[in-house]
């Protein structure tokens, strides 16, 4: 089983209503301990990656996912506008002229973009950040590789380690970006980040795995 064109497509189409819908719910999140915009500026994005979905139909995964790392780059505001922007481009980098991926290029294109992310925001596990979601999420996705899962398999294990990670920044001090500034007193909330994370990596399994 292989994730084609048509199936990128549908994943970007299904998490662009997901934003819409879980938007207030983020920001809501963001505001407990940063500016109380991320779900917000995410919805502007993607809402923009939308009026561009039908110009992308007809361009292979490389393409398609670097303008919408482009596109995310130049609406999103925030912290989270540069960081997956960089998850999107790097991901299109390692899927250049591909008009599908295998599970193995899969696993390499998310190892990029999540190493990307990584480098652009600094960031550590444990900083309760999105990489406290990506970083288990793409260990999750190699080892079920490397254990030879179906792609299925793999797919909803990845999710499941993203969601995992997710709720176990509810306990952590933030140490990057806006919440580090309150101290302990970001213990106690959910990260924005690492949930949009998850609900990206989650809408995926769903839509790839079904």
């Not at 301990?33 to 779900?39: L, Q």
């Not at 406290?132 to 299925?152: C, F, H, M, R, W």
Request: glycine letters at 10%; proline letters at 2%; charged letters at 20%.
């Amino acid at each position: 089983m292989k994730i084609h064109r048509d199936d990128i497509l549908a994943w970007l189409k299904a998490y662009a209503n997901l934003i819409a819908e879980k938007k207030e719910f983020l920001t809501d999140l963001d505001a407990a301990i940063g500016d109380a915009d991320h779900g917000i500026n995410m919805n502007r994005g993607f809402q923009a990656v939308m009026k561009k979905v039908d110009e992308l139909s007809t361009q292979n995964i490389g393409a398609i996912l670097k303008t919408v790392g482009m596109t995310l780059l130049s609406t999103v505001g925030g912290a989270g506008g540069p960081l997956y922007a960089t998850f999107f481009l790097q991901a299109g980098m390692k899927t250049t002229g591909k008009m599908e991926l295998t599970l193995a290029e899969w696993v390499t294109a998310l190892d990029a973009a999540v190493n990307g992310v990584q480098m652009r925001g600094k960031a550590e596990l444990g900083d309760k950040t999105m990489i406290d979601a990506l970083v288990p999420a793409i260990q999750a996705l190699q080892t079920a590789q490397e254990n030879g899962a179906s792609l299925q398999e793999a797919l909803q294990q990845c999710a499941h380690a993203a969601e995992e990670g997710m709720k176990a920044t509810i306990p952590l001090v933030a140490r990057k970006g806006r919440a580090s500034y309150l101290g302990e007193r970001s213990a106690g909330h959910q990260d924005p980040g690492a949930t949009s994370s998850y609900y990206l990596l989650q809408t995926a399994a769903d839509i790839w795995g079904s």
